[in-house]
């Protein structure tokens, strides 16, 4: 199975909130973070969490950490409709090395 | 700035030859890069890690006589898919970073990704 898992899709409303969800495994992650892919883009940071902080925020971003249970979620405020992307979720496993979930695809309607 | 760029971003080719990608970072030098590879639905799996004028460090199960790759520049490494099959059909994406070893944030610049089938 994998190590990080997400759901695969989400659709909102714009101007709602949205959140996406992420189980981890690694207890010994370093960082986690949350990168957003838009069509024919590369994948971007958009956001990182250090392991022992329990919230982020970041304007419209709010990452949220719960290390007891391995859950990393990101709040997006206000969605537009620019935030339409694909975002990754990932632990760092090791120095340098990246795990990724399967990727949300938000999908936001007027 | 970090703008890293992957050619071709498509290819079809035929079972038996060999493809290869290149990975450029263009505005910045990259001592470290990685490759990717990822299914439909499923999460990018790290493939192997260069970093320049050193051998790559592949993951378990990926097979290094298969998948070579070179990172000869601070700016260009290439993966070559030889004797693919359609079973190697699958969208690989690269990343770069500036910091060889442990970086301090992870982060990565990725590139958009090449989808490579092979018929």
């Known amino acids: 199975g994998e190590d990080v898992e997400q759901s695969l899709f989400l659709s909102v409303r714009e101007g709602d909130s949205s959140v996406i969800n992420c189980t981890y495994t690694?207890?010994?992650?370093?960082?986690l973070y949350w990168y957003k892919q838009e069509p024919g883009a590369g994948l971007q940071l958009l956001t990182y969490i250090f392991s022992n902080m329990d919230m982020k925020q970041d304007q419209r971003l709010t990452v949220l950490l719960n290390k007891k249970d391995k859950h990393l979620s990101l709040r997006i405020a206000d969605t537009q409709t620019g935030d339409s992307a694909i975002y990754f979720c990932a632990e760092s496993i090791g120095d340098y090395k990246l795990s990724f979930g399967a990727g949300t695809t938000v999908t936001v309607r007027a | 700035g970090a703008v890293v760029s992957q050619h071709p971003s498509w290819v079809i080719c035929k079972s038996g030859t060999s493809v290869k990608i290149e990975c450029r970072s263009l505005d910045f030098q990259a001592t470290t890069m990685f490759w990717y590879r990822q299914f439909p639905k499923q999460s990018l799996m790290l493939m192997a890690t260069?970093?320049?004028?050193?051998?790559?460090?592949?993951e378990q199960g990926v097979e290094k006589d298969k998948f070579l790759i070179n990172h000869a520049s601070l700016t260009l490494s290439t993966l070559t898919v030889t004797s693919a099959h359609p079973e190697d059909s699958s969208f690989y994406i690269c990343s770069a970073s500036t910091i060889a070893g442990g970086l301090v944030l992870d982060e990565q610049y990725f590139g958009p990704g090449t989808r490579l089938t092979v018929t």
């Open positions: 690694d207890s010994s992650s370093t960082y």
């Open positions: 260069s970093n320049e004028g050193s051998k790559a460090t592949y």
